[in-house]
């Protein structure tokens, strides 16, 4: 069985400050994909990255950044110089390849508070 | 393209009412699939399809059915709605291939907007 854990339940910061969301995913499977989801206060979930298992480059995207590390089964988020507007809960997901038609597990979200 | 819609955004049962949450997507992708989001936790997988005819149950299927008689729409159905119920409920599709004896997973899901559904 797949899991997925993200231990910080809440987190505050000050705006321009520097924030990282951890991610730990349990899987037996060799090949999967591992993702991002951001749900602002309206509610909707919007797909931020996907990184599939075979792919441990970083990734930066203006002030979002993803550390994907294998041997340590994490998929670490950073949001460099915080603004108000990433206010929202962010999940991390696992979803399988091969097995079980793909089928997603997500974390328990990560709520971010920026304060001004 | 509008992607993925659902209906309602909004609705309240009494405990024992049925209804029907719709689900319909226009990317033609194989694979659609319902979650429950409740407060504090990430979103469990009630049931899902990997194509017309199949469906098959996740995570929390009890007290809900589905059907997929098209490649479009996936609608949910809570038989005798109960206060567990009480949730907001999301449609989710995503492109699949097909490789050896099954079908996988190429791409992302993507979501709709919600329905949040109160059983009083």
């Known amino acids: 069985a797949q899991k997925v854990t993200q231990a910080q339940t809440e987190i505050s910061v000050v705006e321009k400050e520097d924030v990282t969301l951890d991610c730990v995913y349990e899987?037996?499977?060799?090949?999967?994909?591992l993702f991002w989801y951001k749900q602002p206060p309206s509610g909707e979930l919007v797909f931020l990255i996907r990184?599939?298992?075979?792919?441990?480059q970083n990734e930066i995207s203006g002030r979002y950044s993803w550390n994907f590390q294998k041997s340590t089964s994490s998929f670490n988020f950073t949001i460099t110089a915080s603004q108000v507007v990433d206010s929202a809960v962010y999940f991390c997901?696992?979803?399988?390849?091969?097995?079980?038609?793909?089928?997603?597990?997500f974390g328990d979200g990560t709520t971010l508070t920026v304060k001004p | 393209n509008a992607g993925v819609t659902q209906t309602p955004k909004f609705q309240v049962l009494k405990t024992g009412q049925s209804m029907t949450l719709q689900c319909a997507q226009d990317m033609n992708h194989e694979y659609m699939s319902w979650y429950r989001q409740d407060p504090g936790m990430g979103l469990r997988l009630i049931h899902y399809s990997v194509g017309a005819g199949i469906t098959d149950q996740g995570e929390v299927p009890n007290g809900y059915n589905v059907s997929r008689s098209t490649t479009e729409d996936f609608p949910l159905r809570l038989l005798s709605a109960a206060p567990s119920q009480t949730s907001v409920y999301f449609c989710?599709?995503?492109?699949?291939?097909?490789?050896?004896?099954?079908?996988?997973?190429?791409?992302?899901?993507?979501f709709g907007p919600g329905t949040r559904l109160t059983v009083l």
């Open positions: 990184r599939n298992s075979f792919d441990e």
């Open positions: 997901a696992l979803s399988e390849i091969d097995t079980n038609a793909g089928k997603s597990t």
């Open positions: 989710a599709s995503k492109k699949t291939g097909l490789a050896g004896g099954g079908p996988y997973t190429t791409d992302t899901q993507y």
């Open positions: 899987t037996r499977d060799t090949t999967y994909y």
